[in-house]
């Protein structure tokens, strides 16, 4: 039987799609027979049963934005040798190297789950690219020679490895169809271009550029109304460059169906971050039936084709051609939520299974 240890270091506000992510193999995991323990940072120590397995959280502190980061490995190494595991699942690319070690040194097959690009995301952070681009380079050398499998979810993602000597394996993610969904809502028949923008409000993911796309179409005189779902640090600047353009922040949505009937509310979604992995945002608005503009750059612009999606520069007038331009598209959300259906959860339970029993079975066999 597989045991499968799912480590998730360095949650916070803006890990949503991390979250999204975890929960959804690890229900998949426990559905298919594996047994499942789950650890995470948290507020204070606590062991939780659940229908999908055991969720650990370690006491850990807080280390900027709201995060919060386990810092002593060896308090995880502890756990897992009482649960025993056949795999381990780790996403995080630092503190939690010396899990992986311990799980090559006790022949436990470990996969490296790769959320995102340090290059891209420590870029968009600190506005700076100078220095990054080594420093994470030789971070990458040493993950590949330490994990038995590196989990990517787009050739956007793959790409800051060497796939000459990382063992790699693309699996992309999947979206809620059931949740997301175009009968939530139908978009009024008014004469105005109803935009949408869902994320957390700080500046990784670019919501500085969709605000600024917005205020550049209202600018140019198109009609139109932005509807801006999330929170976060940079509100205040985000209203500055709003001004007077009829864009509205409504916050932080409490639940996902009400986030999914928004969604269908709007005739186009902007998640143009470039340095996106992948893009569940896309997905979800997709599965909604909201065709979406991205950016040129980033796993997201894999998600979309020209039936149901533009990309461009990421610049906001290049931004709002490309909003023009999809705005005229027939049948554009039909072919999005015919996109999104392309993007299942258990295909990616499926593929991940099978990658937990190929080296679970190579480890068993040394």
Request: net charge neutral.
């Amino acid at each position: 039987m597989l045991r499968i240890a799912q480590l998730a270091n360095f949650v916070g506000p803006t890990s949503g799609g991390m979250r999204t992510a975890i929960e959804h193999l690890g229900q998949g995991y426990c559905e298919a027979g594996a047994e499942r323990i789950l650890i995470t940072p948290g507020e204070r120590d606590s062991v939780t049963e659940t229908e999908a397995g055991t969720v650990v959280r370690m006491k850990a502190p807080k280390v900027g934005g709201g995060y919060r980061l386990i810092t002593d490995p060896w308090r995880v190494i502890d756990a897992l040798e009482r649960f025993r595991p056949t795999t381990v699942e780790i996403s995080d690319k630092s503190t939690l190297l010396p899990v992986a070690r311990w799980a090559r040194k006790n022949e436990i097959g470990s996969v490296l789950f790769s959320h995102e690009r340090l290059d891209a995301m420590l870029s968009l952070r600190t506005g700076h690219q100078l220095g990054v681009a080594a420093g994470v380079g030789a971070l990458y050398r040493l993950l590949s020679r330490t994990y038995d499998a590196v989990v990517v979810t787009s050739r956007y993602a793959a790409a800051e490895f060497d796939e000459v000597t990382t063992p790699l394996v693309r699996i992309p993610l999947g979206v809620d169809l059931d949740t997301f969904h175009p009968s939530r809502a139908t978009p009024a028949d008014d004469g105005i271009l109803k935009l949408v923008h869902a994320g957390r409000l700080s500046r990784e993911k670019s919501p500085h550029l969709a605000v600024a796309t917005a205020a550049e179409l209202h600018w140019r005189g198109v009609p139109l109304r932005m509807d801006v779902y999330g929170s976060g640090p940079h509100l205040d600047e985000l209203l500055a460059i709003a001004g007077r353009a009829p864009i509205v922040f409504h916050g932080y949505v409490d639940g996902r169906v009400t986030l999914a009937r928004h969604l269908a509310e709007a005739d186009i979604a902007l998640s143009v971050c470039p340095g996106e992995t992948f893009g569940l945002a896309v997905l979800e608005a997709l599965a909604a039936g909201t065709p979406v503009v991205t950016a040129d750059t980033g796993g997201a612009r894999e998600l979309v084709d020209a039936t149901c999606g533009r990309w461009a520069r990421p610049t906001p007038a290049a931004l709002a051609d490309a909003v023009l331009e999809l705005a005229a598209v027939p049948g554009r959300r039909a072919a999005a939520r015919h996109r999104a259906e392309l993007y299942d959860w258990d295909s990616c339970v499926q593929h991940m299974l099978k990658l937990h029993t190929r080296l679970a079975r190579a480890h068993l066999a040394a």
